[in-house]
């Protein structure tokens, strides 16, 4: 029969053990971020995923998964990401929408379980998100319509290759654009044609620009691989140099191609401090720290003059 003195060294080993196996287990503990983007299959989400995985790297309590749909346009898919991820009960998301109806709804159901969210490159009129971290995309639209004004002396045809219908990076660059061309009285602007953010329907439909407007002047394509699509289109009908070509994102094809006078400018977003800091954000967030509700990263323009500090 054990003695008092025996119960009470087992009750205090045991007490010790199991307070060993508790320090373990909460210093093994991840803190759950998951990005979700559009897709992965661009340069820019592949930049902007590695600008992520360095934010986690940075803060060893956190682990980090970066899931997306095969295409832009699989906005479904987008869904079921997002639906599984709730289902986890991940301690955070951050979320670059593919859509608004469809998406916003499944916010919700985060909401619902508690998991703060914050909207990444593309904003929503959402108003439960943690913050949002991205560029002013408006902006960026009137900085390309400017440079195309000025190439082509203000006066001739131009014409918007666009992303996905809806989303609303895509309808806010077509907007400032829209905002500076409106006021030229010598350029008409002939239409915006969706290719879905994708190079080989943006050759497609710069081709059917040039068969229907032989006298184009320019193009703004609002984003890299639309805008690569075009100027493949543009050099079959050797028209390099003749049409104005601008695009956006600034990826590191898109800006050799302005080095080598393919592409006239780009507008330029910097994915890598976008993933980053949406990750950082998305951390404090799920810590229960504030958060900032508006996180302009900033834009610029790419040139033939300036390419050379955007490649390094």
Do not use: Y
Request: glycine share 8%.
């Amino acid at each position: 029969m054990l003695s008092s003195r025996s119960v009470v060294l087992a009750v205090s080993l045991l007490s010790v053990i199991l307070a060993a196996g508790c320090s373990r287990a909460n210093r093994t503990k991840k803190l759950d971020i998951v990005l979700v983007t559009k897709a992965l299959d661009s340069e820019f989400w592949q930049r902007l995923k590695s600008g992520a995985e360095q934010a986690a790297r940075e803060d060893p309590e956190v682990r980090l998964a970066v899931l997306a749909p095969e295409r832009e346009i699989n906005i479904d898919q987008q869904v079921a990401i997002l639906e599984d991820q709730i289902l986890k009960r991940v301690a955070a998301l951050a979320v670059a929408p593919a859509g608004v109806a469809e998406i916003i709804p499944v916010l919700e159901k985060a909401r619902a379980a508690r998991i703060p969210v914050l909207i990444v490159d593309t904003d929503i009129p959402w108003p439960h998100r943690a913050g949002f971290v991205g560029i002013d995309n408006r902006l960026g639209g009137r900085m390309a319509a400017e440079f195309i004004l000025r190439a082509i002396g203000g006066r001739g045809k131009v014409a918007v290759i666009r992303g996905v219908l809806g989303v609303a990076t895509q309808e806010d660059r077509l907007a400032g654009f829209l905002d500076v061309v409106s006021k030229a009285p010598g350029v008409r602007f002939v239409g915006a044609q969706p290719a879905n953010s994708e190079r080989p329907l943006g050759m497609t439909v710069m081709e059917n620009l040039l068969t229907r407007h032989p006298d184009l002047r320019a193009v703004f394509a609002t984003n890299d691989q639309m805008a690569l699509g075009a100027m493949e289109a543009i050099a079959a009908r050797n028209l390099t140099g003749r049409i104005v070509l601008v695009g956006f994102d600034a990826g590191r094809e898109a800006v050799r191609a302005v080095m080598e006078g393919r592409m006239d400018a780009v507008v330029a977003q910097f994915p890598e401090r976008i993933g980053r800091r949406a990750v950082q954000e998305a951390i404090k967030a799920a810590r229960g720290l504030p958060v900032e509700r508006f996180v302009d990263i900033g834009t610029g323009l790419v040139t033939r003059e300036n390419a050379h500090e955007f490649l390094r």
